[in-house]
């Protein structure tokens, strides 16, 4: 082909995330197929357009390209459906949705939630909440409920999660709740942090997901740098210290100013 999106990162990469030092992949045949049939694509493509520049970086890592062939282009939303509320607006969604008025809403959206961070957004909100600081966990999306529950259970956390399953109107949820936490393991570019900014949101995510570049100033200092229990700590700590009086508040255009920034 002349041109190809390579919109789903680079699976060599995404094997050493998910399986580490395990050689348990190589039991799945998808995983011999699918890394040959990328080298093609890219090999033999006159343009390769990565949707960030960290999936850029992988690209130059493992395949024999030059830089100038390589295009990045980062995912777009919809601005019609994604945008900050009036601030009314805001109001009347939170207490619709059922959201705490006085307390701290964060939100997580997507399925497959190991490869998310549930696990990981679960161990941030007991950190949260351990500060003395009200703090729900709203999960939106697919995943194995009854193993996310023990685990909230173990962390005597169970009752400070709400699993509302998959929403065809996700964007009032980005509307209503206060912080995005999407602490995956890999995301070649995570719309769900793109259009949680676009609603005016803070995002906190890991370093291994290209949609970190598109995220606000202040989002970028939640970023996860790994996930050991002393960096989970260090952001919790910092979600659970923020002032996000000055966001809830803001006029709609101020605020969608300050955290679109890049």
């Not at 992988?58 to 390209?65: A, G, K, P, S, V």
């Not at 964007?171 to 602490?183: F, G, R």
């Not at 570019?189 to 949609?211: K, Q």
């Not at 910092?238 to 006029?251: E, R, T, V």
């Amino acid at each position: 082909g002349t041109i190809f999106r390579a919109g789903d990162g680079v699976h060599k990469v995404w094997l050493k995330h998910k399986y580490k030092n395990s050689l348990k992949w190589i039991l799945n045949p998808l995983h011999w197929i699918l890394p040959k049939l990328e080298s093609i694509s890219i090999e033999k493509s006159k343009l390769v357009i990565p949707n960030s520049n960290m999936v850029r970086e992988e690209i130059l890592r493992h395949y024999d390209i030059s830089n100038d062939r390589l295009k990045v282009i980062h995912n777009g939303c919809d601005a019609e459906t994604f945008y900050p509320p009036p601030r009314d607006e805001r109001c009347r969604l939170r207490k619709e949705l059922g959201l705490s008025e006085s307390g701290l809403n964060l939100l997580f959206s997507g399925s497959g939630w190991e490869r998310k961070g549930l696990e990981f957004a679960i161990q941030m909100l007991r950190r949260i909440n351990s500060l003395n600081v009200n703090a729900l966990l709203w999960v939106a999306g697919k995943g194995k409920k009854e193993k996310f529950q023990s685990l909230a259970n173990s962390l005597n956390c169970k009752d400070k999660i709400r699993f509302i399953g998959p929403q065809k109107r996700i964007n009032l949820w980005y509307q209503a709740c206060d912080i995005l936490v999407l602490p995956t393991s890999y995301d070649p570019f995570s719309n769900s942090c793109l259009e949680a900014t676009a609603c005016g949101m803070l995002v906190s995510t890991s370093i291994f997901n290209g949609a970190k570049e598109c995220i606000s100033t202040t989002s970028k200092e939640l970023i996860l740098g790994n996930f050991e229990k002393n960096e989970i700590n260090r952001v919790a700590d910092k979600i659970a210290h923020l002032d996000l009086q000055i966001y809830k508040h803001l006029p709609p255009k101020h605020r969608l100013n300050k955290e679109l920034e890049i």
